[in-house]
């Protein structure tokens, strides 16, 4: 049974592009919801981040920041989880 309201959406909208010549992947994540304060400022929030070849990085306040070992980690996995095409 579920609880009476009100209740909080949370939005978010992933995008992720690879390179799979070289593992790289690019995410950005657009979100807006209960996580931040919407009600005063319905705006978007905006991060993304990059891995290549091992290194991350994260766009924090409009500028690429080193990244975390968890972005590298996500990235490998992924890439490997993709079949390879062969030309």
Do not use: C
Not at 6 to 25: C, G, K
Not at 31 to 49: F, H, I, K, M, Q
Request: charged share 20%; hydrophobic share 40%.
């Amino acid at each position: 049974m579920r609880p009476e309201g009100p209740y909080f959406e949370a939005v978010s909208d992933l995008t992720e592009i690879r390179r799979f010549t070289s593992p790289a992947l690019r995410q950005q994540l657009k979100s807006r919801g209960y996580l931040g304060s919407w009600w005063v400022n319905p705006e978007w929030s905006d991060t993304a981040s990059l891995v290549i070849d091992g290194a991350a990085l994260a766009w924090r306040g409009g500028k690429w920041v080193p990244g975390s070992q968890a972005a590298v980690a996500t990235a490998g996995s992924r890439s490997r989880s993709v079949p390879s095409v062969s030309s």
